[in-house]
């Protein structure tokens, strides 16, 4: 089975300055989606940013980027010029390749990182 | 587009009564997931269905049940309330065997037991 760990229960940052949120995870697949989920006071899930592991290059979403380190197994996402309206949850989640059997029972979250924006 | 929709939006029991939660979506969706989030705990998978009058068992299943009847709609039933069942339900969908793999979310349900 698979195992996501975000490792800051919480993370604080000044608005307009950068801020970097961490994850890992832990697998034996070679094929894989990873993704980042937003989940503002609402409650609703948002979809930030997804990486498939078979592209090298770092997905990026306007000022949303990941750092994806596959032989490391970590996927960290980073945040440029926060704005107030980031603030909120957010979950790494990992996705089994549906292509090559698995992916079935959906998305293994991590335990999440509430952000904190200064103004 | 509705997308995801779950009802009801909040609810509160007793310990011991029985509810029944529903998800319905209206894009054809192959794969249907109800999950629960407490505190700290990010969202853990409760069952799970890849097609009509199929479902299966998750992370955290104990204490309920689920059906999928039609392939638009996905139930959860809790027979006899717990306390430890208080909890943000979420329901979300995807496509099946493609190469679209994200998972849309409903707004979620807010359950309290008292």
């Known amino acids: 089975a698979q195992t996501v760990t975000q490792s800051q229960p919480e993370m604080s940052v000044q608005e307009a300055e950068t801020v970097t949120l961490s994850c890992t995870y832990d697998?034996?697949?070679?094929?894989?989606?990873l993704f980042w989920y937003k989940q503002p006071p609402s409650r609703q899930m948002i979809l930030v940013i997804r990486?498939?592991?078979?592209?090298?290059q770092n997905a990026t979403e306007n000022r949303f980027s990941v750092n994806f380190q596959k032989a490391a197994k970590s996927f960290s996402l980073k945040i440029s010029d926060s704005q107030l309206g980031d603030a909120a949850m957010y979950f790494c989640?990992?996705?089994?390749?549906?292509?090559?059997?698995?992916?079935?029972?959906?998305?293994?979250f991590g335990k999440g990182t509430h952000l904190i924006i200064q103004p | 587009n509705a997308g995801v929709t779950q009802t009801p939006k909040f609810r509160v029991l007793k310990t011991g009564q029985s509810m029944t939660l529903l998800c319905a979506q209206d894009?054809?969706?192959?794969?249907m997931y109800w999950y629960r989030q407490d505190p700290g705990m990010g969202l853990r998978l409760i069952h799970y269905?890849?097609?009509?009058?199929?479902?299966a068992k998750g992370e955290v299943p104990d204490g309920y049940n689920v059906s999928r009847l039609k392939k638009q709609n996905f139930l959860l039933g809790l027979e006899s309330a717990a306390p430890s069942q208080t909890s943000v339900y979420f329901c979300?969908?995807?496509?099946?065997?493609?190469?679209?793999?994200?998972?849309?979310f409903g707004s979620g349900t807010q359950l309290s037991v008292l």
């Open positions: 697998t034996s697949e070679s094929d894989y989606y």
């Open positions: 894009m054809n969706h192959e794969y």
């Open positions: 979300a969908s995807s496509y099946g065997l493609a190469t679209n793999e994200k998972l849309f």
């Open positions: 989640a990992y996705r089994s390749d549906l292509i090559s059997g698995g992916g079935a029972d959906g998305l293994t």
């Open positions: 269905s890849v097609g009509e009058g199929t479902t």
């Open positions: 990486q498939e592991a078979y592209k090298q």
